[in-house]
């Protein structure tokens, strides 16, 4: 497939604008696990991820012609796969955007061990949506709170509490699993 | 203390980074199915139209077979009559446009013509008029003269119907019209139009 291809970008990006299924199952194989990956990290199941998934496949085939080719193909890509996730999420059930009145969570004694040892899934499947939601777009999307209240029609505000609250809420969650972890090995 | 942090959100974005996962089941297929139902299908049909041409070949061939086979075929009907003794043949020629078979009465002038050698050999009757009339058939069963067979007993001929020719004459014969003036009432009218006398030998 490589020989068929090669390196040119833009030869596969004709090809698909064509609508060639060759060129398509080309561009699948090469990005099925990572935006598998990406929609995971929204949608907590794995069947209904890739349920999201085929949907922005069949988006990114359909409204190939409307990319210009100003940047990245696979950047261009995993917006949509992004947008379909949200839309799930959306769609699903209404989001309720939590503003709690908590303490900051603080526990600077155990900030050394944070670095290296924790599953991220396991952590993001426990935030609610909403903090999942606006967690991924500015932290693994690198979305700004503009672009972010935008594409989640919130306040720019909002967004930023929620961006507060879910950091605090994994720390929380991390150091949770810590405690219980010790104790179990103790 | 913030980039204790940083570093956090920094693993967490890392590993979602690094991570691939492979999906649990074929997704292509469904990717492919739903683009080909979402495909703008073309308005015609196009396994249709090729059962069109076909269909529209096959009858095109067959027709142009068929008129190749018989160009100027002459085809001869034989139709027997009930005594087994008329024989009607009937020349199609196919390239004339124009073909009509003519009435007994025709047939009966043509048989006088050649008296003697046409008796008990099939009538032919065959007339060619303009080019450009179209063909017109008719039926054979309705040019075979109807025969009215009379028990032979009860017939009496003329005294000399073994000279004359079995087919209508034109002439009259002396003979037969005195017979005929002298048994009118005897004479009768067949629905071929040809008279018969009937005479009760058993009577005299």
């Known amino acids: ?186 | 203390m913030n980039t204790i942090k940083n570093n956090f959100e920094n693993q967490i974005r890392k590993q979602i980074e690094e991570r691939e996962i492979n999906p649990s089941r074929d997704l292509w297929s469904e990717i492919q199915n739903h683009t080909q139902n979402n495909r703008p299908k073309s308005k015609l049909n196009w396994l249709l139209v090729a059962a069109c041409l076909i269909l529209l070949f096959s009858l095109g061939s067959v027709l142009v077979f068929y008129n190749k086979q018989k160009p100027s075929e002459v085809q001869i009907t034989e139709g027997k009559t009930s005594s087994g003794a008329k024989k009607v043949i009937r020349e199609v020629v196919k390239e004339s446009p124009a073909m009509v078979l003519q009435d007994v009465k025709k047939k009966d002038e043509t048989k006088n013509t050649e008296p003697s050698e046409n008796l008990g050999a099939p009538e032919a009757v065959v007339s060619r008029d303009n080019k450009k009339l179209p063909v017109i058939k008719e039926n054979t069963s309705e040019l075979v003269p109807v025969i009215i067979e009379t028990p032979p007993a009860k017939i009496i001929a003329q005294t000399d119907s073994a000279k004359v020719p079995a087919g209508r004459k034109r002439y009259v014969d002396p003979s037969t019209l005195l017979f005929s003036v002298e048994h009118k009432d005897a004479i009768e009218k067949t629905k071929g139009k040809s008279n018969v006398a009937t005479i009760d030998l058993n009577g005299k």
């Open chain 1, 1 to 186: 497939m490589k020989l068929l291809f090669g390196n040119k970008k833009e030869d596969l990006l004709s090809r698909l604008k064509k609508q060639d299924a060759a060129a398509q199952k080309f561009f699948y194989d090469q990005n099925v696990k990572k935006f598998l990956s990406v929609s995971k990290s929204y949608v907590s199941d794995l069947y209904q991820a890739e349920d999201c998934l085929i949907r922005a496949f069949c988006k990114i085939f359909q409204h190939i012609e409307s990319f210009r080719g100003d940047g990245n193909l696979e950047g261009w890509a995993r917006r949509i796969v992004v947008n379909e996730c949200l839309n799930f999420i959306k769609s699903r059930k209404t989001v309720f955007y939590l503003d709690e009145i908590n303490q900051p969570f603080m526990d600077e004694s155990n900030e050394e061990e944070l670095v290296f040892d924790f599953n991220a899934q396991e952590l993001l499947d426990q935030l609610p949506d909403a903090y999942k939601m606006v967690f991924n777009l500015y932290v693994l999307e690198g979305y700004s709170h503009q672009e972010i209240a935008d594409t989640l029609q919130i306040s720019i505000a909002m967004s930023k509490t929620q961006l507060f609250r879910a950091k605090e809420r994994l720390r929380k969650i991390y150091f949770q699993q810590q405690k219980t972890l010790k104790n179990e090995h103790y």
